[in-house]
């Protein structure tokens, strides 16, 4: 197990101190003007990477539903334009060019027909998929929360079925045990199911926590440091994967309640 954390945590320098990988956060670290790329930030980055041994990840552009999330980089994978195919295109070209292992995207919103949605964004996954290919990356589609009812992918079945359809070796999962926790209603043995039904097809693994019901704030996703909601984080023993654990929290003081937990969990293993 290899235990990151969110670059949306804190400074590059400060979760280096903490951690083995970062998640780089395309939609914090000022990498755009508004949905233009600035190049001379994207050099910055990449000189400052080049300068450490971390791992790395990357978090494409998603639809945020947070009024603090940058409208210019709303993207819905089920509803794309040119714009969006590039910002995607451009966060895959950069997470060939600093190294990354993978590319967490996340899947679309459902607006008008669910079947034509999924459609929709199966076909937008194809494309993407290819260009992914090309530079090596992999692709990690996450699971959202089932508290929201107009996210695709939030039952184990349709996100397995989506990387199935999309049918290439680019496309894996990105597990994100918080929303799956709200998809089971904080119920630890349909959680565990959910888990292992994931099989073999996880390649990156978000990590926070929640109550397992929905709130009053974001579907109650309250991206939490580990411990603080009703998650039994034993259940990720379940989980077929050893790579990197990322710590999707909000500051560096979570990261370290977070890594504790792990650290605890595998060390009692």
Not at 183 to 193: N, P
Not at 249 to 264: P, Q, T
Request: hydrophobic content about 35%; charged content about 25%.
């Amino acid at each position: 197990m290899i235990i990151g954390a969110s670059s949306f945590a804190s400074s590059l320098p400060e979760l280096q101190k903490e951690v083995e990988s970062i998640e780089l956060y395309i939609p914090k670290l000022g990498l755009y003007r508004g949905n233009k790329l600035v190049k001379e930030r994207v050099k910055e980055l990449r000189d400052a990477l080049t300068t450490s041994n971390m791992l790395t990840s990357m978090h494409a552009p998603y639809f945020g539903e947070s009024p603090n999330y940058p409208v210019e980089l709303m993207v819905d994978t089920a509803h794309m334009g040119k714009v969006q195919f590039r910002m995607m295109e451009e966060s895959i070209s950069m997470a060939d060019e600093f190294d990354c292992s993978v590319v967490v995207i996340h899947p679309g919103k459902i607006t008008g027909d669910r079947e034509t949605s999924f459609k929709n964004m199966v076909d937008n996954l194809r494309r993407l998929s290819l260009k992914a290919g090309d530079c090596g990356i992999t692709l990690g589609l996450e699971n959202k929360e089932g508290t929201d009812p107009t996210n695709l992918c939030y039952t184990v079945e349709e996100h397995m079925h989506a990387i199935k359809e999309v049918n290439s070796p680019s496309l894996k999962a990105t597990f994100d045990i918080g929303h799956a926790n709200l998809t089971c209603g904080g119920d630890m043995k349909k959680l565990r199911e959910f888990i292992r039904r994931l099989g073999d097809s996880v390649v990156h693994a978000h990590i926070h926590d929640n109550n397992g019901m929905n709130g009053e704030k974001y579907f109650g996703d309250m991206h939490a440091a580990p411990g603080e909601g009703s998650i039994d984080f034993s259940v990720l023993h379940e989980l077929r994967f050893d790579g990197v654990y990322n710590l999707e929290v909000f500051s560096i003081e979570d990261v370290r309640r977070g890594k504790k937990v792990l650290e605890s969990l595998w060390r009692h293993a």
